[in-house]
């Protein structure tokens, strides 16, 4: 069990930037790989970045790649989503989500965190 928060949405004009923060819960985060999605209105979840417990990013979706940067601090049960250079089409609810490093799927989700981009 781990209980996910995500925090640092809000509003910001195009070209602008954010820093998403996800805390969790427990004493096991460092077992975790981790991930951020996120869902526009009338549009299915999507994968946008994740990290390993090491820390590595992996599979940054096409559309961030080079805008975006995963990080985590394991002392601080914390993962971060540095969004930079946001897009309109960036607007969107973001998740946090945690898998446990045996398992192939994300099976924890936090409540999210709207990110809303003005053109």
């Known amino acids: 069990q781990v209980q996910l928060v995500e925090s640092g949405g809000g509003l910001v004009q195009a070209g602008g930037s954010l820093r998403l923060s996800c805390a969790a819960s427990?004493?096991?985060?460092?077992?975790?790989?981790m991930g951020w999605f996120r869902q526009a209105p009338g549009k299915e979840r999507e994968f946008v970045v994740g990290?390993?417990?090491?820390?590595?990013?992996?599979d940054y979706a096409a559309s961030v790649k080079g805008r975006f940067t995963i990080s985590r601090d394991n002392a601080k049960n914390t993962v971060y989503l540095q969004m930079n250079s946001l897009k309109p089409e960036d607007t969107a609810a973001y998740y946090c989500?945690?898998?446990?490093?045996?398992?192939?799927?994300?099976?924890?989700w936090g409540q999210g965190t709207q990110v809303t981009v003005s053109s």
């Open positions: 989500a945690a898998r446990y490093f045996t398992t192939g799927s994300f099976s924890y």
């Open positions: 427990g004493r096991t985060f460092s077992s975790y790989n």
């Open positions: 990290i390993s417990r090491s820390g590595t990013p992996t």
